[in-house]
């Protein structure tokens, strides 16, 4: 019997908060109706004070964990670029808030948006090796904005984690394991100089984006060893997604080189290849690695055509940069696992923010990176802490003090 992997659960955690991108628009005196539409982005997950790349994390794998799951994980990665220590890795942790053995591995992977996909692959070749002896893997992307008030690129901001609980025994998708292609070349189309500053050019991020969708093709391609039909081979289609129209001109430019489409009939079979997909993703913003696997959810919540069996075509990429193309399987239990997941009641439950509670929420988060004491103001929002946190079992961040992390339960 050959070897099988894949994701046996999975879970995502959206923040507490939203922001209305329409209305952001309109604060900055931006073409609202132009921006959601090419952009494809409504609202924008927004963190508050107490809650960060760490919190973030473990609140997103909490609910999806048994006492059976956690003692069955040999290997914990935590893909990140909103790492909040220069040396402590945030896989730490995680590890230590969601009880995991004391045997199990863990490690904090960086590589921009694609971390969480190159820690996926990492997971895969151990699963598939006798060190892992049978045991799961779990994979948690966590990610969240630094300040951009007043940006160009500040509607496409956000935040969230997804966590995936991987395994040979695979309940929501089985990858085609050796069907991969790789397309790497350095870029620097964005960049974290500092922990508090993100940046970079929007034009050369988008090039290199396209550059590598197309290369990595090319290679999953020659992976699968004889020419394949683009349009026949995978019944749907997951895009990294910085933001929803980036996913269209994904698409756009490998029907363009792969099929005999029209130029006219390209949006037709976007919106029923990959548009579902975005139904969560449109909500949350930038979820930087994490955007696959909520595009995935998103997908089996939305689309009643796909079925155990379809093949999915997945698309990643990490600015600097690295992008990856590979296959998987739908399973039977698909769609019942991504329901169970509730993403869309998580993000109904947000608080929506005006302006002026966004932009102090932003500038207090931002006051607190890289300081050697930090006590959150939990009033800064009402009494949305006492609301939304209190007795729900979320990891919090307590505060800073001598610059060791205080992390407790709410």
């Given at each position: 019997m050959s070897l099988r992997v894949g994701i046996e659960k999975l879970s995502v955690y959206p923040a507490s908060c939203s922001l209305d991108?329409?209305?952001?628009?309109?604060?900055?005196?931006?073409?609202?109706?132009?921006?959601?539409?090419?952009?494809?982005?409504?609202?924008?997950?927004?963190?508050?004070?107490?809650?960060?790349?760490?919190?973030?994390?473990?609140?997103?794998?909490?609910?999806?964990?048994?006492?059976?799951?956690?003692?069955?994980?040999?290997?914990?990665?935590?893909?990140?670029?909103?790492?909040?220590?220069?040396?402590?890795?945030?896989?730490?942790?995680?590890?230590?808030?969601?009880?995991?053995?004391d045997d199990c591995l863990n490690l904090e992977v960086k590589h921009a948006c694609f971390a969480a996909t190159g820690?996926?692959?990492?997971?895969?070749?151990?699963?598939?090796?006798?060190?892992?002896?049978?045991?799961?893997?779990?994979?948690?992307?966590?990610?969240?904005?630094?300040?951009?008030?007043?940006?160009?690129?500040?509607?496409?901001?956000?935040?969230?984690?997804?966590?995936?609980?991987?395994?040979?025994?695979?309940?929501?998708?089985?990858?085609?394991?050796?069907?991969?292609?790789?397309?790497?070349?350095?870029?620097?189309?964005?960049?974290?100089?500092?922990?508090?500053?993100?940046?970079?050019?929007?034009?050369?991020?988008?090039?290199?984006?396209?550059?590598?969708?197309?290369?990595?093709?090319?290679?999953?391609?020659?992976?699968?060893?004889?020419?394949?039909?683009f349009n026949q081979h995978f019944h749907r289609m997951l895009y990294h997604t910085p933001f929803g129209g980036m996913t269209y001109r994904a698409h756009r430019a490998l029907l363009k080189l792969n099929s005999n489409l029209k130029n006219s009939e390209t949006w037709q079979n976007y919106s029923v290849k990959t548009l579902p997909a975005l139904r969560y993703n449109k909500r949350m913003g930038a979820t930087y690695g994490a955007s696959t696997f909520i595009g995935l959810i998103g997908l089996l919540d939305s689309d009643p055509d796909v079925k155990a069996g379809d093949r999915l075509g997945i698309f990643a990429y990490g600015s600097g940069s690295c992008a990856q193309f590979y296959s998987a399987i739908v399973m039977p239990e698909a769609q019942a696992i991504a329901s169970k997941v509730g993403?869309?009641?998580?993000?109904?439950?947000?608080?929506?923010?005006?302006?002026?509670?966004?932009?102090?929420?932003?500038?207090?988060?931002d006051a607190h990176v890289g300081v050697s004491h930090f006590t959150?103001?939990?009033?800064?929002?009402?009494?949305w802490y006492e609301r939304f946190y209190r007795g729900k079992k979320l990891l919090v961040l307590r505060g800073i003090a001598d610059y060791y992390r205080e992390y407790d339960w709410s």
């Open positions: 991108i329409g209305a952001l628009c309109m604060a900055r005196g931006l073409d609202a109706e132009r921006t959601l539409s090419d952009l494809m982005i409504e609202q924008r997950a927004v963190n508050p004070p107490w809650e960060d790349a760490v919190t973030l994390a473990v609140n997103s794998a909490e609910p999806l964990l048994t006492a059976e799951d956690r003692s069955s994980i040999g290997l914990l990665l935590v893909g990140t670029e909103s790492s909040v220590d220069q040396e402590k890795p945030v896989s730490s942790w995680v590890h230590h808030y969601l009880g995991l053995p820690a996926l692959e990492l997971a895969k070749a151990w699963i598939a090796s006798p060190s892992s002896k049978g045991r799961k893997a779990l994979i948690v992307s966590t990610d969240q904005t630094t300040m951009t008030i007043g940006e160009p690129w500040e509607p496409v901001c956000g935040a969230g984690a997804a966590a995936v609980l991987l395994s040979r025994e695979p309940r929501v998708i089985e990858y085609e394991l050796g069907r991969c292609g790789v397309f790497a070349h350095e870029v620097s189309d964005v960049i974290r100089p500092n922990m508090r500053l993100e940046t970079g050019n929007s034009e050369t991020s988008l090039f290199a984006y396209l550059t590598a969708v197309e290369g990595a093709y090319a290679r999953y391609v020659e992976s699968v060893g004889e020419p394949i039909d993403l869309q009641a998580q993000l109904d439950a947000r608080r929506p923010l005006t302006i002026d509670e966004y932009e102090t929420v932003e500038k207090e988060r959150p103001t939990w009033d800064i929002l009402g009494d």
